[in-house]
């Protein structure tokens, strides 16, 4: 089946760059998304890219997309410790209605 | 616009119990999925209803079952709980009109099976 696999850990210096990373399989889809989790709470949309772009800047957040190697990343600049959480990427899987696809998450962890 | 709202946030069952979960979407989105979330397995699937209609199923057993209401409304049911139920079940609702739709979360139901 569909497959999104993403690295479990990042730390990062506070005010540094942070990149997340994540591969996916399907290739179908129109829209792949970042969902962010902070502890003890649901997943907030951060952003998402269509999947004809090749990158979207939306204030600090940076989303690049290749798509031939089937590669998603996320940046962060000037990382602050309230990014401390848990990000996924998420895929819409194909054509199946209302299922999304994540990975396990990323735990990022700013130091300060 | 209200976000999407689940109650209970907590929950504590012992096995053998059954449980419901609700959830209540954006005003508007007709569509609601329901998820999983473990430390094991992270986030999975369980099914999504439109229009009071079950349109897509994960691989759960048969002991996980939902419906939804006709102000779009659904709950989750879960019964004979399993110890391995103990998750945080989390909802999302999207417009539901075309596939592949931008989903929101709510906050999450957690259930703790003992």
């Known amino acids: 089946g569909e497959d999104v696999e993403q690295s479990l850990f990042l730390s990062v210096r506070e005010g540094d760059s942070s990149v997340i990373n994540c591969t996916y399989t399907?290739?179908?889809?129109?829209?792949l998304y970042w969902y962010k989790q902070e502890p003890g709470a649901g997943l907030q949309l951060l952003t998402y890219?269509?999947?004809?772009?090749d990158m979207k800047q939306d204030q600090r957040l940076t989303v690049l997309l290749n798509k031939k190697d089937k590669h998603l990343s996320l940046r962060i600049a000037d990382t602050q410790t309230g990014d401390s959480a848990i990000y996924f990427c998420?895929?819409?899987?194909?054509?199946?209605?209302?299922?999304?696809?994540f990975g396990k998450g990323t735990k990022l962890s700013v130091k300060p | 616009k209200a976000g999407v709202t689940q109650t209970p946030r907590y929950l504590i069952k012992t096995r053998g119990q059954q449980v419901t979960l609700s959830c209540s979407p954006i005003?508007?989105?007709?569509?609601v999925s329901w998820y999983q979330q473990t430390p094991g397995q992270g986030l999975q699937f369980l099914f999504e209803?439109?229009?009071?209609?079950?349109?897509n199923k994960g691989n759960f057993p048969g002991r996980f079952s939902g419906r939804q209401f006709s102000n779009s409304r659904s709950e989750m049911n879960v019964s004979t709980l399993e110890l391995g139920d103990s998750a945080l079940y989390l909802c999302?609702?999207?417009?539901?009109?075309?596939?592949?739709?931008?989903?929101?979360f709510g906050p999450g139901t957690r259930l703790l099976v003992l």
């Open positions: 998420a895929d819409p899987n194909g054509g199946s209605q209302g299922n999304l696809i």
């Open positions: 209803y439109f229009s009071e209609t079950q349109r």
């Open positions: 399907d290739s179908s889809s129109t829209y």
């Open positions: 999302a609702s999207s417009l539901g009109t075309t596939v592949q739709e931008t989903q929101y």
């Open positions: 890219i269509f999947s004809n772009m």
């Open positions: 005003s508007g989105h007709r569509s």
